[in-house]
């Protein structure tokens, strides 16, 4: 599924009817894929910067296709998030607060790589500190913000404005009440490709529940059309993709196998992503690699710790070994 399927199942199934993309960066992809959003039961809507804009700037940007009035509320979430918080909760706390907007927030071991939020006892926030080296609190913000549509009209249009560090902190200078909704549900910033692996398994192993997953939760997913010999193990929630291939003898432990991998005998393959259409030799051993579409892994390889193979890349027949630590 592409991933931001779960996050518009979790949005619809919170009664929100309709949603408006501000796409960017290859931004073709995301109508072709949703269309009109009939298939999730959302009425889906695309506006695309020509520009980027920062993350306020494409708010605003996407605010001309909004509906509703000043006072209405507008839920906004980032794209490369993965969570099972309480949305409809979070709507409540900002209503009964009257707030401009109200920040889902969650507490994380390090929050240096984040923005850093801290609140008094009622849960008001006292600042907005974006990525700050040295945090007064571990609550962070997790990327789903309810805004009064008024404070969004605020924002200057066409230009790029950063809502961490403009208009988060703005609004709490000038005395707006700012809430913080704090949760501790599933959350995962799905920002690199170890994390996406991790998404992935969650999802699988139903840590992460979502009404779209193409099949039972369990050990592994297996999609229509794939052929996982019974020789072969295959678990650790993995999925294996459409019309994919795992020989006998091979070892897939909480890996994502793209549409149309194919996987040779004896294989060992952990923590990695198998890119569509990509061949795996026999023997080959991947932990924590990237592998392209369409790419061939000759036999004996090894790619670990963080190893990239780029699409179309032919590594066989000469074997080498090499990681991201060499």
């Known amino acids: 599924m592409p991933f931001l399927a779960h996050q518009l199942a979790r949005a619809a199934a919170c009664g929100i009817t309709r949603v408006v ?23 889906l809507d695309y506006v695309e910067e020509e520009v980027p804009l ?15 009035g000043p006072e ?32 889902h927030l ?3 071991d390090d929050p240096a790589p984040f923005g850093c939020v801290p609140t008094d006892a009622a849960g008001r926030v006292t600042a907005f ?18 805004f009064r549509r008024r404070f969004i009209d605020q924002m200057p249009a066409g230009t790029a404005v950063s809502v961490e560090r403009e208009t988060f902190p703005g609004l709490i200078a000038a005395g707006e009440i700012v809430m913080g909704y704090i949760d501790t549900s599933y959350w995962l910033d799905v920002g690199t490709p170890e994390a996406f692996v991790t998404g992935s398994r ?13 099949g039972p939760s369990g050990p592994a997913l297996i999609l229509p059309g794939a052929r996982v010999d019974p020789g072969a193990t295959v678990g650790g929630g993995t999925v294996v993709g459409r019309n994919g291939v795992v020989a006998a003898g091979a070892r897939i432990d909480g890996s994502v196998l793209l549409d149309g991998a194919h996987i040779e005998a004896g294989a060992v393959i952990s923590d990695s992503i198998v890119g569509g259409g990509a061949r795996i030799g026999p023997g080959v051993v991947l932990a924590g690699a990237v592998i392209g579409d369409g790419a061939r892994i000759g ?8 190893a ?15 990681s991201a630590d060499v």
């Open 21 to 43: 993309l501000a796409t960017c960066f290859r931004a073709e992809l995301f109508a072709a894929e949703f269309g009109d959003g009939s298939a999730l039961g959302l009425e």
């Open 54 to 68: 920062g993350t306020g700037g494409g708010i605003r940007n996407a605010a001309a296709r909004l509906r509703g």
């Open 72 to 103: 209405d509320p507008v839920v906004v979430l980032n794209g490369d998030l993965l969570s099972g918080h309480d949305l409809g909760a979070q709507l409540d706390l900002h209503e009964k607060s009257e707030a401009a907007v109200t920040l």
């Open 106 to 108: 969650v507490e994380v």
């Open 129 to 146: 500190l974006e990525k700050t080296p040295d945090p007064v609190t571990n609550r962070i913000n997790a990327g789903c913000y309810v």
């Open 202 to 214: 969650d999802l699988v192993l139903g840590r992460m529940p979502s009404s779209v997953l193409p």
């Open 299 to 306: 036999a004996g390889n090894e790619l670990c710790h963080g």
């Open 308 to 322: 990239r193979v780029w699409p179309g890349i032919d590594l066989s027949p000469t074997a080498v070994r090499f």
